[in-house]
């Protein structure tokens, strides 16, 4: 129940210390202010930061401040009436206790002590709603403050892969070994050749121009993804092995864009370029238990590379975790001996938050 937060301290500190102020001012002015008032004064002020601090703690244990705002406004009141009765208790006695009750009629009975009570807790009710009604506007606003934080972190780093995916695409290699493969279409297979055209443009124009949204369907991921297995298919030839086995189902279901496409070019980078003999590319979308499993296995070996830049392990990992905090997952494992398959499982009833 220990907190560590100097800023919570802080401003204990400073809302208690206001309290004091306040009544210590207005008992001097009506001429109130005796050993007795400051006593109480300075005992309540006791009570009320162990107490404010167990609500706080109680608070935190219950998640209240992470549930839909009707339920947070509604959990907020009767956690503060019942932390007010006990506020009222505890005053009540241990003025008693000190012997700084005031003598009036009825003074020591079991009516005049529950009427002292009620009193008391309905005092208390008023400013432990007040303490959480500042806990809870400063907690709504951290929220949103961080919430655009993630989002600004996922717009910039969209922009980063979006000017990364562009340099992939448009570096001379790749656009050399596409042009020499159409060139070779030219005479031999016109049609293939104005085909394969289309597919290089389709390819750049999706580079140049990628979506702005934070996800886009894994439909039109896929239409991408076929224009850039074709143009490889053209200079592996025998030696690349295309597979889908996707589930119609999957189509409409949201994917961050050129999230496949990263895959599936590491597959052929860091796979099939490597074989001699080439191998297979199989991409795989279904939903597993309350995931949108979408896998990319290609022919090749791990090599303890994991960790490299070349997997598109950190970019796939922010992305999912930006998008879906921790409720997504992305791993790259050796499914079979000569097998390798990337794997992102994306929960497909779970918002984006």
């Given amino acids: 129940m220990?907190?560590?937060?100097?800023?919570?301290?802080?401003?204990?500190?400073?809302?208690?210390?206001?309290?004091?102020?306040?009544?210590?001012?207005?008992?001097?002015?009506?001429?109130?202010?005796d050993q007795?008032?400051?006593?109480?004064?300075?005992?309540?002020?006791?009570?009320?930061?162990?107490?404010?601090h167990f609500m706080r703690w109680v608070i935190h244990r219950t998640n209240v401040l992470i549930k839909p705002l009707q339920s947070q406004i509604i959990n907020l009141s009767l956690i503060t009436v019942v932390?007010?009765?006990?506020?009222?208790?505890?005053?009540?006695?241990?003025?008693?206790?000190?012997d700084l009750l005031p003598q009036e009629p009825g003074y020591g009975t079991a009516s005049y002590m529950v009427k002292k009570i009620l009193d008391k807790s309905f005092t208390s009710f008023a400013y432990l709603?007040?303490?959480?009604s500042i806990y809870f506007i400063y907690h709504y606003i951290?929220?949103?403050?961080?919430?655009?934080?993630?989002?600004?972190?996922?717009?910039?780093?969209?922009?980063?892969?979006?000017?990364?995916?562009?340099?992939?695409?448009?570096?001379?290699?790749?656009?050399?070994?596409?042009?020499?493969?159409?060139?070779?279409?030219?005479?031999?297979n016109p049609e293939r050749a104005r085909k394969a055209i289309t597919e290089l443009s389709n390819i750049l124009r999706s580079s140049m121009q990628a979506d702005k949204a934070e996800t886009v369907t894994l439909e039109k991921e896929l239409y991408i993804v076929k224009d850039y297995l074709a143009l490889e298919n053209?200079?592996?030839?025998?030696?690349?092995?295309?597979?889908?086995?996707?589930?119609?189902?999957?189509?409409?279901?949201?994917?961050?864009?050129?999230?496949l496409q990263t895959l599936v070019e590491n597959a052929i980078k860091?796979?099939?370029?490597?074989?001699?003999?080439?191998?297979?590319?199989?991409?795989?979308?279904?939903?597993?238990?309350?995931?949108?499993?979408?896998?990319?296995?290609?022919?090749?070996?791990?090599?303890?590379?994991?960790?490299?830049?070349g997997f598109g392990l950190s970019s796939t990992t922010d992305r999912l975790n930006l998008l879906y905090g921790n409720k997504a997952k992305f791993e790259i494992r050796q499914a079979t001996p000569s097998l390798v398959e990337a794997k992102v499982s994306i929960p497909f009833e779970t918002d984006i938050r």
């Fill in 142 to 188: 951290e929220k949103s403050r961080r919430q655009q934080v993630d989002t600004l972190k996922l717009e910039a780093l969209i922009k980063e892969l979006e000017l990364k995916t562009i340099k992939a695409h448009i570096n001379p290699h790749f656009i050399f070994n596409s042009l020499n493969s159409i060139r070779a279409l030219v005479d031999e």
């Fill in 83 to 98: 932390f007010a009765v006990l506020l009222g208790i505890f005053e009540t006695y241990s003025q008693q206790l000190f």
């Fill in 234 to 259: 053209m200079r592996f030839e025998d030696r690349l092995r295309i597979e889908y086995q996707v589930d119609e189902d999957t189509l409409g279901q949201p994917v961050p864009p050129m999230m």
């Fill in 36 to 52: 007795k008032f400051v006593s109480r004064l300075f005992l309540y002020i006791g009570m009320g930061i162990v107490l404010t």
């Fill in 270 to 309: 860091h796979g099939i370029s490597k074989q001699i003999n080439g191998g297979v590319v199989r991409v795989i979308s279904g939903f597993t238990d309350q995931y949108h499993e979408l896998s990319v296995q290609n022919t090749g070996y791990l090599n303890g590379a994991v960790k490299g830049d």
């Fill in 2 to 33: 220990r907190s560590r937060n100097p800023r919570y301290w802080l401003f204990q500190a400073i809302g208690w210390g206001l309290f004091a102020f306040i009544y210590l001012f207005f008992a001097f002015v009506f001429d109130k202010l």
């Fill in 129 to 132: 709603f007040m303490w959480n």
